[in-house]
């Protein structure tokens, strides 16, 4: 298993409280050896191994990683602009996802015309 499938079930329930013009609009992609969820083909939030990946406004970013589950991605050893690691202790309950994703999606809306 190269990323969490029992996080990307669970990601594709939670996905299912947005409203159908958001879902119709998502579409999962294998990238960074894991997965990635595209909101109208920009990132939103992923899967790398065990961690969720997620997509921040970079204004929010500050706030974001001031909580205990949260830490740049570094996928090429550096911090990458706006993304993050969450560990499993920052969405082991849904309303932590849901938040999670929202997070990530708001970012996407950032960037799709």
């Not at 970079?58 to 205990?68: D, F, I, N, R, Y």
């Given at each position: 298993?190269?990323?969490?499938?029992?996080?990307?079930?669970?990601?594709?329930?939670?996905?299912?409280?947005?409203?159908?013009?958001?879902?119709s609009r998502l579409e999962k992609k294998k990238m960074f050896g894991g997965l990635a969820y595209l909101y109208k083909g920009k990132m939103t939030v992923g899967i790398v191994k065990q961690d969720l990946m997620v997509r921040v406004i970079e204004s929010k970013m500050p706030k974001v990683l001031t909580h205990s589950a949260a830490r740049p991605m570094d996928f090429t050893k550096r911090p990458m602009k706006e993304f993050i690691y969450v560990s499993e202790s920052g969405f082991n309950v849904e309303a932590d996802l849901q938040y999670w994703l929202e997070l990530g999606l708001e970012h996407a809306k950032t960037k799709v015309s």
């Amino acid at each position: 298993m190269a990323y969490n499938e029992t996080l990307e079930k669970r990601m594709d329930a939670a996905w299912e409280v947005f409203p159908k013009d958001i879902r119709s609009r998502l579409e999962k992609k294998k990238m960074f050896g894991g997965l990635a969820y595209l909101y109208k083909g920009k990132m939103t939030v992923g899967i790398v191994k065990q961690d969720l990946m997620v997509r921040v406004i970079e204004s929010k970013m500050p706030k974001v990683l001031t909580h205990s589950a949260a830490r740049p991605m570094d996928f090429t050893k550096r911090p990458m602009k706006e993304f993050i690691y969450v560990s499993e202790s920052g969405f082991n309950v849904e309303a932590d996802l849901q938040y999670w994703l929202e997070l990530g999606l708001e970012h996407a809306k950032t960037k799709v015309s």
